[in-house]
């Protein structure tokens, strides 16, 4: 609670993000110890809590036992609809007259559509292109391919339940993917990549890559921060090595024929 990306969203008003982060690594920590329909009931209330908790859906279903599956999706599909349902139906006949609770949510949401800041990697594609316009609906998409790629190899390839250090690589990797993808990435997207890190870290040994990237998200990600004098170019091309080198690491942790130390 005390790392500047938590003090970001707690100054900004986005304590949300922080439960968020929590949820979604409880979760996958719960699949791994079996508690399949409880790591989906909570999960469920990540999604409620903030919708880019959907990156790691199938990761969860990915994690646990197969036998589990089922009734644990059916479990995540009722947490989530319960409030998720009537909010839509609400938003939506409200958006349908002249004011309302809906008008109003689809009003703020068309006054968001044109953040496009500078540290996410779609800078290049310009804020007006299709890919940028899309980007959250892209960004799930990449998310869920990876997972479904890391399955593969990952589980199914091997036919044996992955260990909790490569699970916590892959998450990171999910993670990070989700806010470097973003065009409203931020210092407080980062939460629950570095959340994960933190997890894979767990004491007593020192968090190396948890003070690492605290350090370096610091330093790159925000807008007006050390990289301004470079120039939004200079600050996208400083942002997108640092990206394509992190993604690169944890994907080589997550897809590793052998187990990831630390």
Same mark, same amino acid.
């Given at each position: 609670?005390?790392?500047?990306?938590?003090?970001?969203?707690?100054?900004?008003?986005?304590?949300?993000?922080?439960?968020?982060?929590?949820?979604?690594?409880?979760?996958?920590?719960?699949?791994?110890?079996?508690?399949?329909?409880?790591?989906?009931?909570?999960?469920?209330?990540?999604?409620?809590?903030?919708? /880019?908790? =959907?990156?790691?859906?199938?990761?969860? +279903?990915? !994690?646990?036992?197969?036998? @589990?599956?089922? $009734?644990?999706?059916?479990?995540?599909?009722?947490?989530?609809?319960?409030?998720?349902?009537?909010?839509?139906?609400?938003?939506?006949?409200?958006?349908?007259?002249?004011?309302?609770?809906?008008?109003?949510?689809?009003?703020?949401?068309?006054?968001?559509?044109?953040?496009?800041?500078?540290?996410?990697?779609?800078?290049?594609?310009?804020?007006?292109?299709?890919?940028?316009?899309?980007?959250?609906?892209?960004?799930?998409?990449?998310? /869920?391919? =990876?997972?479904?790629?890391?399955?593969? +190899?990952? !589980?199914?390839?091997?036919? @044996?339940?992955? $260990?909790?250090?490569?699970?916590?690589?892959?998450?990171?990797?999910?993670?990070?993917?989700?806010?470097?993808?973003?065009?409203?990435?931020?210092?407080?997207?980062?939460?629950?990549?570095?959340?994960?890190?933190?997890?894979?870290?767990?004491?007593?040994?020192?968090?190396?890559?948890?003070?690492?990237?605290?350090?370096?998200?610091?330093?790159?990600?925000?807008?007006?921060?050390?990289?301004?004098?470079?120039?939004?170019?200079?600050?996208?091309? =400083?942002?997108?090595?640092?990206?394509?080198?992190?993604?690169?690491?944890?994907?080589?942790?997550?897809?590793?024929?052998?187990?990831?130390?630390?």
């Amino acid at each position: 609670l005390i790392t500047p990306s938590a003090i970001v969203a707690l100054d900004g008003g986005h304590p949300e993000d922080i439960l968020g982060a929590v949820l979604c690594v409880l979760s996958v920590l719960l699949a791994l110890r079996g508690s399949g329909k409880t790591a989906a009931f909570v999960l469920g209330i990540a999604v409620i809590n903030k919708s /880019w908790a =959907v990156v790691i859906v199938p990761f969860l +279903f990915a !994690v646990m036992p197969a036998d @589990q599956r089922l $009734s644990s999706f059916i479990t995540l599909v009722i947490t989530a609809g319960v409030v998720l349902i009537p909010v839509t139906i609400i938003r939506e006949t409200g958006s349908a007259g002249s004011g309302g609770v809906g008008g109003a949510g689809q009003a703020l949401g068309d006054q968001t559509t044109g953040i496009f800041v500078v540290p996410q990697l779609l800078w290049w594609f310009g804020a007006k292109s299709w890919i940028a316009r899309e980007a959250h609906a892209l960004l799930v998409a990449v998310t /869920w391919l =990876v997972t479904a790629t890391w399955w593969w +190899f990952r !589980v199914r390839g091997r036919r @044996q339940a992955p $260990s909790l250090n490569t699970v916590l690589m892959a998450m990171a990797l999910l993670f990070f993917l989700r806010a470097a993808l973003d065009p409203w990435d931020n210092v407080y997207y980062m939460l629950p990549f570095l959340l994960t890190i933190l997890t894979y870290e767990n004491p007593p040994g020192f968090p190396k890559l948890s003070w690492l990237f605290t350090i370096l998200i610091v330093l790159i990600v925000p807008i007006h921060g050390l990289l301004h004098p470079l120039g939004v170019d200079g600050h996208a091309a =400083v942002f997108t090595a640092f990206a394509l080198i992190t993604i690169a690491y944890f994907a080589r942790q997550a897809f590793a024929v052998s187990e990831p130390g630390k």
